[in-house]
């Protein structure tokens, strides 16, 4: 099965982050990515230049342009910049397509600091955003501003994850590259109390824009071909390791990470 994702966040100029990194782990995974872009970036590895926001009714027109024809057979939502846009996302999500699993990448903050969600947005994202999840996929900063928890340990992850899940989430995987050390370990738990903790070497790069849109997509890639949750996020953790792994190095600054390592350049044999 190729399997559908529909992709709901922003355009990353860039290509590193957002939508184009969406659409490339998505499609290098085998599965087909169709979207709705949720605002315009301009941006490149250095940061975010500027944002131009898409109204919250034609981000609903895409979303149902393509759920009415292409179907969805899993949703994987990013940067939704403000609370009318997580209200209107989620209406659609609730409304239209109840049954299809959303992967939430709570996107709150660029690689270089620039701010993806404006201030007080985030109750909204927590309130109706969160109980649309899946699975919900925060780094340590998201977590502690959905929490109000500081995560600086294992223990503090599962506390995190507990919170996430009690908030609404069917499960939560909590990434924890912003934690010190030489494992980076991303710990998932479910709401029937499943544990898994996905543990990879840390990669000294500074290559690494956009790993959170990838790893989601990646995700919802997986849940879309009718993988495990567990399966879809094993593979997807081993496909962004190597992608981090296999950057072209791109930027003066955080540069993308390599999408396409799947895909053999065309008249190989």
Do not use: W
């Amino acid at each position: 099965m190729q399997g559908r994702v529909l992709i709901v966040a922003g355009s990353d100029s860039g290509g590193g982050a957002g939508i184009q990194a969406d659409i490339k782990a998505t499609s290098a995974l085998g599965a087909y990515a169709a979207t709705a872009i949720t605002a315009l970036t301009a941006q490149n590895t250095t940061g975010v230049q500027a944002v131009m926001p898409v109204p919250p009714d034609f981000i609903q027109s895409q979303m149902r342009s393509v759920i009415s024809d292409i179907g969805a057979d899993c949703v994987k939502t990013g940067m939704l910049h403000d609370a009318p846009v997580i209200e209107a996302v989620c209406d659609v999500l609730e409304s239209d397509i109840p049954s299809v699993p959303v992967v939430v990448d709570p996107v709150m903050v660029a690689k270089g600091g620039d701010a993806l969600l404006v201030a007080g947005a985030v109750a909204t994202l927590k309130a109706r955003m969160v109980p649309c999840a899946a699975i919900l996929t925060p780094n340590v900063p998201e977590a502690e501003a959905l929490t109000g928890l500081t995560i600086a340990t294992l223990d503090d992850m599962r506390r995190a994850a507990a919170s996430l899940i009690e908030a609404g989430a069917d499960a939560a995987l909590i990434k924890g590259g912003h934690l010190d050390g030489p494992v980076v370990r991303d710990l998932l738990m479910t709401g029937a109390g499943e544990e898994q903790v996905f543990e990879n070497r840390r990669i000294d790069t500074r290559h690494t824009h956009g790993t959170g849109c990838t790893l989601a997509s990646a995700i919802a890639a997986g849940i879309a071909q009718g993988m495990t949750p567990l399966a879809a996020i094993g593979r997807a953790e081993a496909y962004l390791h190597e992608a981090i792994r296999t950057a072209p190095g791109f930027g003066a600054g955080h540069g993308p990470v390599g999408h396409m390592h799947t895909v053999k350049p065309f008249g190989d044999g």
